[in-house]
């Protein structure tokens, strides 16, 4: 079964300094992958996906993920953090099988930033 | 233009009642997911409705939950004889399929959610 693993559940860093998230998929074809981020309040953006082609994937603010098929990892990162990059941050990869119609994503538990001045 | 919208926001009811979640997608969307996200569980799907198709209801945790899209738009979530472990946020989202095999291509865009505690 597919699933999704977010190792690091609380993720401190400064601001200014760079970020990396990492995710690990299990997935028996090529994974669809996606972030998406939650601000306290708010419902989930997608920053960035990760569909086919080019494995260096770039999103909103300044975000980017790579797809490593032998490692089964799409770690998020970004060089510079800024105070408003503190929230939580989900992976996650589409369970649709191929010409099925389960159409739903699959999330880890979530890494909560937060962002020290 | 608008996003995916979610009423109530918040909800707060009695053990053993039932109560009603709505959403509205995105229009021209023709799927529509329901999620819950709860602490400990992390975000979990529920159902899936994709234009005329029979839903995908395998995400459901017990009969109590059902849920039903009416006109292809607005979907209504229900929950009978809530439970205080129903406590959560509910969570609608909706996306427009490519016409591509695998659904799960297609960039699911969320609402705010519905808070929902159960007393």
């Known amino acids: 079964a597919q699933s999704v693993t977010q190792p690091d559940i609380h993720i401190t860093v400064s601001e200014g300094a760079s970020l990396e998230l990492r995710c690990n998929y299990s997935?028996?074809?090529?994974?669809?992958l996606f972030w998406y981020v939650q601000s306290p309040g708010q419902g989930l953006q997608l920053l960035l996906k990760?569909?086919?082609?080019?494995?260096l994937v770039q999103g909103i603010k300044g975000f980017e993920a790579e797809f490593k098929r032998s490692q089964s990892s799409f770690n998020l990162r970004k060089p510079s953090v800024h105070w408003s990059d503190a929230a939580e941050y989900f992976c996650a990869v589409g369970a649709g099988a191929w010409g099925g119609s389960q159409g739903n994503l699959i999330f880890g538990k979530g890494t909560k930033l937060s962002v020290k001045p | 233009g608008a996003g995916v919208s979610q009423s109530p926001s918040n909800k707060v009811t009695e053990k053993g009642k039932d109560v009603e979640l709505r959403c509205d997608p995105i229009s021209g969307h023709t799927a529509l997911y329901w999620y819950r996200q709860s602490l400990g569980q992390g975000l979990e799907f529920l159902i899936y409705?994709?234009?005329?198709?029979?839903?995908?209801k395998s995400g459901l945790p017990s009969d109590r939950f059902s849920a039903e899209r009416t006109g292809g738009s607005v979907s209504t979530l229900t929950i009978q004889r809530t439970q205080q472990e129903d406590s959560a946020v509910y969570l609608c989202?909706?996306?427009?399929?490519?016409?591509?095999?695998?659904?799960?291509?297609?960039?699911?865009?969320f609402g705010p959610g519905t808070r929902l505690t159960v007393l």
């Open positions: 409705f994709q234009g005329n198709s029979a839903p995908d």
């Open positions: 989202a909706s996306s427009i399929p490519t016409g591509r095999a695998r659904f799960s291509t297609d960039t699911q865009y």
């Open positions: 997935y028996g074809a090529t994974p669809y």
């Open positions: 990760y569909f086919s082609g080019d494995t």
